[in-house]
């Protein structure tokens, strides 16, 4: 029969016979969800965003309310034309990418393309890929949410406008081929300025003065201890300060010769409250500190857990919650799971009697949930023998940190010792763990940290003083940022959101602005003189009440509070306006050129410094008649034994190290730089990113 034939009524049969077409992103999450819904569901995947701003042009129209100029993208056509073919037999369609702003928008510019295909067209969400809450999710079958969508075409015109305005100007100043981003940028300039504040810092001298003092007629073979430590902590009460060895030298004299005399003795319970489950930001801090995973390397396995593990027998199980979250909450049904699970294997005394409240911070919204394990609850145990490594590891960190967030209090007791002696005041003490609580299932390093054991003394009782222990310090400098303390300073200043901090760190990097040493960020000699250019001409985008305003403002278009062309023109106008600025001024300068003393080993020509994308390159000043070029080395002399190269700076996967110049005859590697002491005291293992 020919093709031609085969429309109206024939193509309504093939439709009473065909499935209901499911529409998620990835075939992980496919094959989870296919093996709930059963045989009448065909799940396919569409991996990811299949339409998008054309990549060679701004394609906005400013003139006419920002209107995008959407467009398939390129090596996406294949997937589209699958999906069109499926959506024709398809009983309905339901579009059931991740539940936020990206996942909406993947769902409506599909739905754009199929609507003419199929009469009905639904989006399902959920926030947990397991049996209960998928069949909830089909039953309660709804629209797309155009708010959500807005939100993400804000978000989208906006970074377009900055990316793609910006960058031709770093590419006038410095090098073609450099980015700059609107959140990025922001970044990177925490970055520079906290290694600018390194290089500022001044350490200050400071003293401390500890005393060993020994409890009069107790016997060196009595199990009980005779001497205890104790601290200088004020004089004439007042807090003591030791700026210099002068003062502690006049202080040792008098000390040396007064009465120590127990002053009042209190002892306190302190409780240590569990803390919250995950949010994205809490859960890429803890990977990182606990088990040193990059911000990416979390998400990529949390995202596995999330869409599904083969368990065996079972088939494909998703074991996380959605892991992209701001949110603590739980719902109704983990709690009771949870509180079930601790009164079984803990015991009464360590599930309270009403459960844990816990308040998410910033947004009050509280749509989506904490990151928990799914329901039915398998402990990590149960699922170790289906896991990889690391899986298991995250897996096992979201389950304890889940549990114990609804445990009873960890209860410590606290001793404090005051003794007089003289004008001066020493004091002794410490806390020792009496009830483990929810530290049982989530350890701190805290509470290994033992008590100093303390004789047993009554007020008035005089002790004699066996040692003074005067120690010097510095003041040090703030640390670099780590994967985990960027996080953390990006959601408190309210940059990014749960599904860009890790993005986001990841780019700045590709991008060649920042370096990861060891485990902890640099900017690189490129990110520090973008930076300076691009803070100096748009002070009011590459700003951080801007970035935090602009998030607010798209939450706001999220919630359906804010207008998303209105929030696209307050921004533009003055936007342009510095643009224009910056454009004029960009025009009157000339790239310098700087000499060095080398010669090119080709050609005899001297060398010069040029800036291009992975940073600063010498090149021939011959250049194009002679191309030769090479990278500039650190000035360090390889430490190899008969080795002449020097140390270059290379990257891998795993972050920035130094190599020698003479690879592949030399292989000598360090992870730090030759001559930076901030680093180079630093033996920390490298962040696992692959
Ligand atoms: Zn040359
Ligand atoms: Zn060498």
Redesign the pocket.
């Known amino acids: 029969m020919p093709a031609k034939k085969k429309t109206g009524v024939s193509a309504k049969k093939d439709r009473s016979k065909g499935k209901f077409l499911v529409i998620v992103e990835s075939p992980a999450k496919s094959k989870t969800i296919n093996k709930i819904l059963g045989a009448d569901y065909k799940v396919i995947a569409c991996m990811g965003h299949l339409v998008d701003l054309p990549a060679g042009k701004m394609g906005i129209d400013f003139e006419n309310d920002f209107k995008p100029e959407y467009a398939v993208m390129k090596n996406r056509k294949k997937y589209l034309t699958d999906l069109k073919k499926e959506a024709k037999s398809a009983k309905a369609v339901f579009l059931a990418a991740d539940p936020d702003r990206e996942g909406e928008a993947i769902c409506w510019h599909i739905e754009n393309q199929l609507k003419k295909l199929s009469p009905e067209i639904y989006r399902v969400k959920f926030e947990e890929i397991t049996d209960k809450v998928i069949k909830e999710a089909f039953s309660h079958k709804g629209a797309l949410d155009m708010n959500k969508v807005n939100a993400q075409q804000a978000r989208r015109i906006l970074d377009r406008i900055v990316g793609y305005s910006l960058s031709p100007f770093l590419w006038g100043k410095i090098t073609r081929g450099l980015s700059a981003g609107r959140v990025q940028s922001v970044a990177v300039r925490l970055i520079v300025e906290r290694e600018d504040a390194i290089r500022a810092f001044k350490p200050q001298e400071y003293w401390s003065l500890d005393a060993i003092l020994r409890k009069r007629g107790v016997d060196e073979k009595d199990d009980a201890p005779s001497t205890f430590k104790a601290k200088l902590v004020k004089h004439k009460g007042e807090k003591v300060h030791m700026e210099a060895r002068l003062t502690v030298d006049d202080i040792l004299a008098v000390l040396k010769n007064e009465k120590f005399i127990i002053k009042d003795i209190a002892r306190k319970q302190k409780k240590s409250y569990p803390r919250s489950p995950y949010t994205t930001s809490l859960m890429q801090q803890d990977a990182f500190n606990r088990i040193n995973f990059s911000a990416s390397k979390t998400m990529r396995i949390a995202q596995r857990l999330y869409e599904g593990v083969e368990l065996g027998d079972e088939g494909s199980v998703g074991l996380i919650t959605y892991m992209r979250t701001d949110s603590v909450r739980i719902s109704d049904d983990a709690l009771r799971a949870v509180r079930e699970y601790i009164a079984g294997q803990y015991g009464g005394q360590y599930c309270p009697e009403k459960p844990v409240a816990h308040r998410s911070k910033g947004r009050a919204q509280d749509a989506h949930e904490a990151i928990r394990p799914g329901l039915p609850l398998r402990d990590p145990g149960s699922v170790a023998s289906f896991l990889n490594s690391d899986e298991l590891k995250l897996y096992t960190l979201i389950w304890n940190r889940f549990v114990a967030s609804q445990m009873t209090n960890a209860v410590y007791s606290v001793l404090t010792v005051n003794i007089d002696a003289g004008e001066y005041m020493m004091r002794a003490g410490g806390a020792e763990l009496i009830f483990r609580g929810f530290l049982l299932a989530f350890n701190s390093a805290k509470q290994d940290e033992e008590m100093e054991r303390i004789p047993s003394l009554d007020p008035g009782e005089e002790v004699d003083l066996q040692e003074l222990l005067p120690e010097q310090h510095f003041t040090k400098a703030p640390p670099r940022y780590s994967d985990a303390s960027l996080v953390k300073d990006l959601e408190e200043k309210g940059i990014g959101r749960p599904s860009t901090y890790a993005p986001i760190i990841r780019t700045v990097i590709d991008r060649n602005y920042v370096k990861r040493i060891a485990r902890y960020f640099q900017p690189s000699e490129l990110g520090e003189l973008v930076t300076k250019l691009l803070v100096k001409n748009f002070p009011d985008t590459i700003n951080y009440e801007f970035t935090a305003n602009m998030e607010n403002e798209l939450d706001g278009i999220e919630e359906g509070n804010v207008n998303w062309v209105k929030v696209l023109k307050d921004f533009y106008e003055p936007f342009s306006r510095r643009l224009e600025k910056a454009r004029e001024r960009m025009k009157n300068v000339n790239k310098e050129e700087v000499k060095t003393d080398e010669v090119?080993a080709?050609?005899?020509?001297p060398m010069i410094i040029k800036w291009g994308r992975r940073g600063r390159f010498l090149s021939?000043s011959?250049f194009p008649a002679?191309r030769?070029s090479k990278s500039i080395t650190t000035g360090v002399k390889c430490p190899e034994e008969g080795c002449s190269g020097e140390l270059v700076e290379r990257r891998s996967r795993r972050g920035t190290f130094y190599g020698c110049t003479n690879y592949p005859n030399c292989r000598y590697v360090a992870k730090t730089p030759p001559k930076d002491p901030l680093t180079s005291v630093d033996n920390g293992d490298n962040v696992e990113d692959e």
Not at 602 to 605: A, K, S, T, V
């Open positions: 090119c080709e050609c005899g020509r021939c011959g002679c030769n």
